[in-house]
């Protein structure tokens, strides 16, 4: 059974702080990893993807990966009460399938 | 880019009835649409995916015949609950692939009622 795995928090920074989101998956083929946030009520939307080992930086958010770990982060620097949300983390699996296997999300609060 | 939309965003139907959810990629063409289902506080749950032109894959445990899907054009794919029953009340939330990334784009999801 291939797995992502999430702390479901919740997680709770104050307002400018660096918040870390963690991920691990059992899929040791998997090579595509994503960050979707999202709000209560709302549908996921996509913040993140990476592909390849490393530091993968857009705006605030960045993403790192290590697949030789099975191990892929998030960290918002700057953390603003609007990143409160529950944030997840979706790998694709190996081969042809275009399906995403999700993790259960973490519950990000931040605090003024 | 890469919106996604879904219509109705809201629907409320007696037990019993058939209620059919749309699925719009508005500007990229799409191949493959997924549709998911998700509990209140809980993780989203694969139902199907939806590739245009044949037939669509469900996921083990989904009736597929209660939960047709189809996907007649590369912009529209249509999820239709058949004698919808309270159980099925959920918020069903549709994806896109954009090309040939793996990128899923959600649309806003639809909450449905049955009462």
């Known amino acids: 059974q291939k797995e992502v795995e999430q702390n479901s928090g919740p997680l709770s920074v104050p307002e400018g702080a660096i918040a870390s989101l963690n991920c691990t998956y059992s899929d040791r083929g998997s090579q595509s990893f994503f960050w979707y946030r999202q709000y209560s009520g709302k549908s996921p939307e996509l913040i993140m993807f990476?592909?390849s080992n490393g530091d993968k930086e857009d705006g605030r958010f960045t993403a790192q990966l290590n697949k030789a770990s099975q191990y892929v982060s998030l960290l918002i620097r700057d953390s603003q009460p609007s990143d409160s949300a529950t944030y997840l983390c979706?790998?694709?699996?190996?081969?042809?399938?275009?399906?995403?296997?999700w993790g259960l999300g973490t519950s990000l609060a931040v605090n003024p | 880019g890469a919106v996604v939309s879904q219509h109705p965003s809201r629907v409320i139907c007696k037990s019993g009835t058939s209620v059919k959810i749309e699925c719009r990629s508005l500007?990229?063409?799409?191949?493959?649409m997924f549709w998911y289902r998700q509990f209140p506080k809980k993780s989203l749950m694969l139902m199907a995916t939806?590739?245009?032109?044949?037939?669509?894959?469900?996921e083990q445990g989904v009736e597929k015949d209660k939960f047709l899907i189809n996907h007649a054009s590369l912009t529209l794919s249509t999820l239709t609950v058949t004698s919808a029953h309270p159980e099925d009340s959920s918020f069903y939330i549709c994806?896109?692939?954009?090309?040939?990334?793996?990128?899923?784009?959600f649309g806003p999801g639809t909450r449905l009622t049955v009462t």
């Open positions: 939806s590739n245009e032109g044949s037939k669509a894959t469900y």
């Open positions: 990476i592909y």
């Open positions: 994806s896109a692939l954009q090309g040939a990334g793996w990128e899923q784009y």
């Open positions: 500007d990229f063409q799409a191949t493959t």
């Open positions: 979706a790998v694709k699996e190996a081969g042809n399938n275009r399906k995403l296997i």
